[in-house]
Nanobody
Framework: VQLVESGGGSVQAGGSLRLSCAASGYTYSSYCMGWFRQAPGKEREWVAATDSSGGTSYADSVKGRFTISKDNAKNTLYLKMNSLKPEDTAIYYC????????????????WGQGTQVTVS
């Protein structure tokens, strides 16, 4: 299993970014996927997750601003981030696992290398 994030960058507060996570090496559509982030000096934080049926869940801090989605045909997970705030600055990681709880509690089996998001 390989996960590769992209789409990070620098943006002004109030702006938008869309992160992508390209997956390979497994039957993507049957897995649960999640996004996490880690800001400097802070612990890794769960952001959002989606199950194999397309159900979604969000952390309260991003609810209403971020949208998680996946394109099974492209084996790609997305995180659309709107109304970005300076406190959203972090390295964002995608994760995958058979079990939904694992892409929420951070015990997912597979992780990407991360992509930096900076909001000023």
């Amino acid at each position: 299993v390989q996960l590769v994030e992209s789409g990070g960058g620098s943006v002004q507060a109030g702006g938008s970014l869309r992160l992508s996570c390209a997956a390979s090496g497994y039957t993507y559509s049957s897995y649960c996927m999640g996004w996490f982030r880690q800001a400097p000096g802070k612990e890794r934080e769960w952001v959002a997750a989606t199950d194999s049926s397309g159900g979604t869940s969000y952390a309260d801090s991003v609810k209403g601003r971020f949208t998680i989605s996946k394109d099974n045909a492209k084996n790609t997970l997305y995180l659309k981030m709107n109304s970005l705030k300076p406190e959203d600055t972090a390295i964002y990681y995608c994760a995958s696992d058979h079990w939904f709880k694992n892409v929420v509690d951070g015990t997912a089996r597979s992780w990407g290398q991360g992509t930096q998001v900076t909001v000023s």
